[in-house]
């Protein structure tokens, strides 16, 4: 069984500002991490991706997520926050094997003020 | 490069019509997925397909079947539509574990 956490529903920066969009998750396997971000009304861009290579992972657009084992972490970072990355962000796993599918958090919304 | 096309993008069906949405993977992808997204909510896993054979299956209706065709792309059936069904469906394929989703067909049942 798999599941994820967005610990934080909704997160609010100032544009310029440090952009922490926080996951935990549990897997019985060895999981793959995920982020995803969803514009209005758009479909989902895959943001980066872990699969227990380089825990620092680098993705688009300046986006970066640390895979953290003992914490069970994989939290999404962004040094300096833009208006375009306003939008939903979902932390996902994956796992299964030959039945390999996701599981989405809830999501998180991130809304960056002028 | 080429990514995971969805048709219809829209459609509005009465209750109790039958819908069929459409997928076509990205070429060479083994694997086809399909989730439904309700307003405000994160995506639901209902179905996959590897190598055109079904599976695993999630929380997909009795109402609702899928299967993938000989050329890959897949057919999502959904019949006796109930206004719950107003979602954004999305279909994602794969290869080696990176799933790549489509735009997403937004189906309203009126």
């Known amino acids: 069984a798999q599941s994820v956490t967005q610990l934080d529903s909704h997160v609010s920066v100032s544009e310029g500002t440090p952009v922490l969009l926080r996951c935990n998750y549990s897997?019985?396997?060895?999981?793959?991490l995920f982020w995803y971000v969803q514009h209005p009304n758009k479909g989902l861009q895959l943001l980066l991706k872990y699969t227990s290579a380089a825990t620092l992972v680098k993705g688009i657009n300046g986006f970066e997520a640390e895979f953290k084992k003992s914490e069970t972490s994989f939290h999404l970072t962004k040094p300096s926050a833009h208006m375009s990355d306003a939008a939903e962000y979902f932390c996902v796993v994956g796992s299964g094997g030959s039945n390999y599918k996701l599981t989405f958090g809830k999501g998180t919304l991130l809304t960056v003020n002028p | 490069a080429a990514g995971v096309i969805q048709s219809p993008r829209h459609l509005i069906k009465e209750k109790r019509e039958t819908a069929t949405l459409k997928c076509y993977p990205i070429p060479r992808h083994d694997t086809v997925y399909w989730y439904q997204q309700g307003p405000g909510q994160d995506p639901q896993f209902l179905i996959s397909?590897?190598?055109?054979?079904?599976?695993d299956k999630g929380s997909i209706p009795d109402r609702f079947s899928a299967q993938q065709f000989s050329d890959y792309h897949s057919e999502l059936n959904m019949s006796s539509l109930e206004l719950g069904d107003s979602a954004l469906y999305f279909c994602?394929?794969?290869?080696?574990?990176?799933?790549?989703f489509g735009e997403g067909s937004w189906l309203t049942v009126v």
């Open positions: 897997s019985s396997y060895s999981p793959s």
């Open positions: 994602a394929s794969s290869l080696i574990g990176t799933i790549y």
């Open positions: 397909f590897y190598e055109k054979m079904q599976s």
